[in-house]
């Protein structure tokens, strides 16, 4: 969608984290080069491409005329990772010498495309201003990530974000309730546990599978026997999970939209506390300020 009121002209469906909320979305590829996940629907309707670098510099330049003093750029879309290092670069240099108020520029990024550069390309992109990285983990468990066709494993995910934390960039993950359903969530609790345990992520959250074509489109694309997993089942899952976690100073959200039961801190400060309130609403689900989702089906 193009507004003439504003000089971006970007290809919808656009997704940023909750936390980019007031950053400049500066859109450099269009969809994800893998876009196979079984859970993922946001790039469904995109065939991935990259935009032209005289466009992307143009849209920086007119957004500058509009906004001088823009802070912080996230970039779009799924993966700009795997863009070359030396194309990231002038991107990078592009935004710092137009916005020279910019304090952090981000992206989504997959653990493949971070293993494909070298610890020495990773350095420069950090030191030309890409701060954080986005992954969504979704688990940390191999058969899980199978079956949801992730493309990914336990070992290539740690692989990638330890390279890309030992270069300076800052981590935010994601892990997915339910994503294994319950014949796996266990497992999916405990080894995702583990690999935010491997790899001290500066930042994690647990968002809920959600099924926006309904839960059968959803079995249909599950590489395995999905079993829909009820409300009591999810919180035994958390529990599970932060249980197992052993973090050292990770700000921890479940405060997306997907989720009921509403948990802020920092792991593993606030690891009792997080398990004292999952067992509370274990026990007393009406009275766990439990969202009215959660709470019709009590």
């Not at 193009?2 to 000089?7: D, E, G, H, R, Y």
């Not at 993966?79 to 935004?95: A, F, G, Y």
């Amino acid at each position: 969608m193009f507004n003439k009121l504003f000089p971006i002209e970007y290809s919808e469906p656009l997704f940023r984290p909750p936390s980019e909320a007031d950053s400049l979305i500066l859109q450099i590829t269009n969809g994800c080069t893998w876009n196979k996940c079984s859970f993922c629907e946001m790039y469904s309707t995109k065939k991935f491409s990259v935009k032209k670098e005289e466009d992307i510099f143009k849209e920086i330049e007119e957004v500058s005329e509009l906004i001088p003093g823009i802070r912080k750029i996230f970039l779009a879309d799924g993966n700009p990772m795997v863009l070359s290092t030396e194309k990231l670069k002038r991107i990078l240099d592009k935004i710092s010498k137009t916005f020279p108020k910019v304090r952090r520029v981000t992206t989504y990024a997959l653990p493949r495309d971070i293993i494909s550069k070298t610890p020495e390309e990773l350095k420069l992109l950090q030191e030309s201003g890409l701060k954080m990285i986005y992954v969504g983990i979704e688990s940390g468990d191999d058969e899980v990530l199978k079956y949801i066709n992730k493309g990914e494993t336990y070992n290539s995910t740690v692989e990638g974000l330890l390279k890309a934390k030992e270069a300076g960039i800052k981590l935010s993950v994601i892990i997915l309730e339910g994503v294994g359903g319950l014949k796996y969530s266990e497992q999916h609790a405990i080894n995702s546990a583990k690999i935010l345990n491997a790899i001290q992520p500066e930042f994690a959250s647990v968002l809920v599978l959600s099924f926006p074509y309904g839960i059968e489109h959803y079995k249909l694309k599950f590489i395995g026997e999905y079993i829909s997993m009820a409300i009591p089942d999810l919180l035994k899952e958390m529990e599970v999970f932060i249980n197992n976690i052993q973090l050292e100073n990770t700000i921890f959200r479940s405060n997306h939209a997907s989720n009921y039961l509403v948990l802020n801190g920092i792991l593993n400060r606030d690891k009792e506390l997080f398990l004292n309130k999952i067992d509370f609403a274990i026990k007393n689900p009406k009275l766990a300020g439990l969202r009215a989702e959660w709470q019709r089906g009590l």
